[in-house]
């Protein structure tokens, strides 16, 4: 069983930065991907990024890539997303995920996910 806390989120005004973390708690990670999803009010849950526990292997939505950048602290059992260049349309919940399937980018496939934590970006 894996728990996920997500952190970091809050208000910032565009061309900003802001990093969020997800605190994992589980009794041991080994090959698991961890992943990061978005929603915005009315839309469908969309894949930000995901890193591989072991290797840290990385991928991302092609749009993202360049403004955002995952990364794990294996010791610290954290994974980061760090976000620059904040854009109105970043504005979502975003989530922390895990799943066994690497390269997926799709939520059916991820079985556990933290609760959440809301950016806001202003224009």
């Known amino acids: 069983q894996v728990q996920l806390v997500e952190s970091g989120g809050g208000s910032v005004q565009a061309g900003r930065s802001l990093e969020l973390s997800c605190a994992v708690s589980a009794r041991a990670l080994r090959s698991e991907t961890m992943a990061w999803f978005r929603q915005a009010p009315g839309k469908e849950r969309e894949f930000v990024a995901a890193i591989n526990w072991a290797n840290a292997g990385t991928y991302y939505t092609d749009s993202l890539k360049g403004r955002f950048t995952i990364s794990r602290h294996m010791a610290q059992m954290t994974v980061w997303l760090h976000m620059s260049s904040l854009k109105p349309e970043d504005t979502a919940t975003y989530y922390c995920?895990?799943?066994?399937?690497?390269?997926?980018?799709?939520?059916?496939?991820?079985?556990?996910w933290g609760q959440g934590t809301q950016v806001t970006v202003s224009s």
């Open positions: 995920a895990v799943t066994k399937y690497y390269g997926s980018r799709r939520p059916e496939d991820f079985g556990s």
